[in-house]
């Protein structure tokens, strides 16, 4: 074999990166990785698994029906996060209320354990979106809702794993974005994506359109944009949505393009999460050279009042979210 770095020495090798840091991050990293692995096993098994299939027949605090992959998934990722005693608590889209862990560590996770869950039955792409956090409340006490009510600015860290014709972790700590391909056979994350950046132009657009009546005038006038044909600009772009929000980001991220999930006239604020759909994926996207905004002002930057508050979501390519937040401010 040639030589490989596995995400184990890479996460060792980064630990420069936290200053006096005990190794605390490195075992809150390598907690992620073995659940994703975990997931990941069960996901390519998933159409042979009756009980892994379809709905729990639950619902979330936002109302949607959990499936049994949802359930699954949140309970891996606490466990092993529980397990690595580093971290104090977890905010988790399928829990209504932040789950209090271990007093004496540094550490909140913010998650969404399983993305698109809308495809699991399917078979198409999947994901998990993570962010992580220093608590503000003292190490020592139990963790508090403050310490989850933090801006996107204050991640030390945030991934995304993709369950895809691979299974991919990606993850950033502010020094860039690094992309790692699971291989099954050996039980290890390689690192195949270096230094991940999105393509100079961008020619993807990604939403759904079944919204678009719903959707402010501004948006409209965008997706016409995108339509439009002007070949000196690349245009028309080439519409593509999975429905995943981690996949829809992926394909983005690798090819060129933007992720647009914008506030309808029935749901003001859009759909995706603040804390686990929307910052940790901002974070990578302006690692890697792109932007993240809810059309107005940068995603990171909104002062979160609610664990699980929305937000219009637009991210990508910086050239392309600026021409969205232009359209906005011009009509609306
Ligand atoms: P989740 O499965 O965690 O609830 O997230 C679903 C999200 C996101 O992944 C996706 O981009 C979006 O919902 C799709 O929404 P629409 O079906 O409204 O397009
Ligand atoms: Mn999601
Ligand atoms: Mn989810």
Redesign the pocket.
């Known amino acids: 074999m040639e030589n490989v770095t596995t995400l184990g020495e890479f996460i060792i090798e980064r630990q420069q990166d936290f200053p006096g840091s005990s190794g605390e991050f490195s075992r809150l990293l390598s907690a992620i990785r073995l659940a994703s692995k975990i997931v990941s096993q069960k996901v390519n098994k998933a159409g042979l698994l009756s009980y892994i299939v379809g709905s729990a027949g639950s619902e ?1 605090i ?1 109302g ?1 029906a959990q ?1 049994k992959l ?1 359930v699954y998934a949140n309970i891996q990722f606490i466990k092993a996060l529980r397990q690595r005693k580093v971290v104090c608590g977890i905010a988790s ?1 399928e829990n209504d209320e932040h789950i209090t862990l271990n007093e004496s560590g540094s550490y909140i996770v913010a998650i ?8 699991i039955d399917v078979n198409v792409s ?2 998990t ?1 993570f962010s992580i956090y220093k608590r503000v409340s003292p190490v020592g006490t139990p963790v508090t809702d403050a310490d989850f009510l933090q801006k996107g600015t204050e991640q030390v860290a945030a991934g995304y794993v993709i369950y895809g014709s691979s299974t991919m972790l990606v993850y950033t700590t502010g020094n860039g974005v690094n992309g790692f391909t699971y291989d099954p056979g050996i039980g290890v994350f390689i690192l195949s994506h270096r230094n991940m950046q999105f393509p100079a132009n961008g020619k993807i657009y990604s ?2 359109e ?2 678009f009546f719903r959707s402010s005038k501004g948006i409209q006038e965008y997706i016409k944009f995108a339509q439009g044909i002007e070949p000196n600009e690349n245009r028309p772009y080439t519409g593509r ?8 980001f992926h394909r983005n991220l690798i090819k060129g393009g933007v ?1 647009l ?1 914008p506030a309808t006239d029935q749901s003001p604020n859009g ?3 603040l804390l686990y ?1 929307c910052n940790p994926l901002a974070f990578i996207a302006e690692q890697a050279g792109g932007k993240a905004s809810d059309g107005r002002q940068r995603i990171m930057e909104i002062e979160p009042t609610d664990l699980h508050q929305r937000a219009p979501y637009f991210t990508g390519n910086t050239a392309m979210v600026d021409k969205i937040e232009s359209l906005i401010s011009e009509k609306g």
């Open positions: 979330n936002q949607e499936q949802d889209e969404d354990p399983l993305d698109g869950s809308s495809n999947i994901g979106i939403m759904n079944g919204n949505y999975i429905g995943s929000l981690v996949a829809d992720y999930y759909k995706l999460r759909e």
